[in-house]
Nanobody, 123 residues
């Protein structure tokens, strides 16, 4: 079993940056592909970014490309989501998740989930 804990969310103004962290325990992070998802009120949970086990291959939701960067430090068992130029439409609860094999955008493909961290962007 793997436990994930997200942190770094908050209430910010549009245009600023935040970095979210996802700390893994129970098993080494290097065994897993990592994804970041978000869910806004009334919306389905959506894929935001993913990174392969080595940190080499990444994938992003079109609306965050060029603003968000996913990364990982396997030695620290921690993943990150750097979010720049935040917009009000980025407001959501952000979740990290882990899976085996390749990056996928569907929530059902992921085996382990954190509890989420709230990001609220005011205009």
């Amino acid at each position: 079993q793997v436990q994930l804990v997200e942190s770094g969310g908050g209430l910010v103004q549009a245009g600023v940056s935040l970095i979210l962290s996802c700390a893994a325990s129970g098993r080494a992070l290097r065994h897993y592909v990592m994804g970041w998802f978000r869910q806004a009120p009334g919306n389905e949970r959506e894929f935001v970014a993913g990174v392969d086990r080595s940190g080499t291959i990444t994938s992003y939701l079109d609306s965050v490309k060029g603003r968000f960067t996913i990364s990982r430090d396997n030695a620290k068992n921690t993943g990150y989501l750097q979010m720049n130029s935040l917009k009000p439409e980025d407001t959501a609860v952000y979740y990290c998740a882990l899976k085996n094999s390749a990056i996928r955008i569907r929530t059902y493909a992921y085996d382990y989930w954190g509890q989420g961290t709230q990001v609220t962007v005011s205009s």
